[in-house]
């Protein structure tokens, strides 16, 4: 019993080591601090405040208002961006990339993250096709270390 409790420790730490991978995160944070809601809602990013916080899969999420934050909590899954918050166009061409809160778009009501607003004119020329090899790449490239 008293060897296999540590093996244990070690497989939850690894997993919540390999979960967290899955987010793009600064400081702990998603979206750079920015509000997830805020970008359906407002039409643009706007930072969020500790206040309005919460944690969802092992991220803090900040948002703008109480409203903005009960609204993600009712539904995240629709208001987190795609990839986990890492760069659409480096998702798509099968590699993890930091991604700016100001180089958005939604698209068929997601949210997508470019590493910067020029990579973002670059991925919005063949948007669709980018988003599609992005979805086929998200499951291996999202196992790759930051």
């Known amino acids: 019993m008293k060897k296999i409790f540590p093996f244990f420790c070690l497989v939850i730490l690894v997993t919540a080591i390999q979960a967290q991978s899955e987010l793009f995160l600064v400081n702990g944070e998603a979206i750079r601090g920015y509000d997830a809601v805020a970008y359906f809602k ?3 990013p706007v930072k969020g405040k500790k206040e ?7 991220a803090n999420w900040l948002f703008a208002s109480k409203e903005n ?16 918050g890492y760069c659409s166009y480096g998702t798509a061409d099968s590699h993890k990339a930091p991604a700016q809160p100001d180089a958005w ?27 599609e090899k992005a979805n086929k790449n998200w499951p291996e490239v999202k196992k790759q270390k930051d």
């Open 69 to 84: 934050k009960d609204t993600f909590l009712a539904n995240p899954e629709k208001y987190a961006p795609q990839f986990g």
């Open 52 to 58: 309005f916080s919460t944690s969802w899969h092992g």
């Open 42 to 44: 407002e039409s643009k």
């Open 105 to 131: 778009s939604i698209v068929d009501d997601k949210l997508y993250l470019n590493y910067n607003k020029d990579v973002q004119v670059i991925w919005r020329k063949d948007q669709n096709e980018m988003i």
